[in-house]
Nanobody, 123 residues
Framework: QVQLVESGGGLVQAGGSLRLSCAAS????????MGWFRQAPGKERDFVAA????????IYADSVKGRFTISRDNAKNMVYLQMNSLKPEDTAVYFC????????????????WGQGTQVTVSS
């Protein structure tokens, strides 16, 4: 079992930055691939970024590539999403997720989900 709690969301102007954090419970955190997804109002939940068990491998959605960076600290049971050059279209609820597989982009492959944190980017 893994419990996930996101934090760090908020309101930011376009061009600004935010850093999302996801705190995970459980002693086997390092055995889970981690990912971030987002859901805008009226839209489906979309993949944003994923990171491997060790942090050596990452993958990003084309829409955030070059602007967002996913990272993890297995000693602290934490995963992060650094978001730079934010755009109004980045406005969404951001979810952290854990998968028994590594570097997963498909939502149904994730086993555990957080409650989400709201990110709002004003123009």
């Amino acid at each position: 079992q893994v419990q996930l709690v996101e934090s760090g969301g908020g309101l930011v102007q376009a061009g600004g930055s935010l850093r999302l954090s996801c705190a995970a419970s459980g002693r086997t955190f390092s055995r889970y691939g981690m990912g971030w997804f987002r859901q805008a109002p009226g839209k489906e939940r979309d993949f944003v970024a994923a990171i491997s068990w060790t942090g050596a491998g990452t993958i990003y959605a084309d829409s955030v590539k070059g602007r967002f960076t996913i990272s993890r600290d297995n000693a602290k049971n934490m995963v992060y999403l650094q978001m730079n050059s934010l755009k109004p279209e980045d406005t969404a609820v951001y979810f952290c997720a854990a998968s028994e597989r590594s570097v997963v982009v498909v939502e149904r492959e994730y086993d555990y989900w957080g409650q989400g944190t709201q990110v709002t980017v004003s123009s």
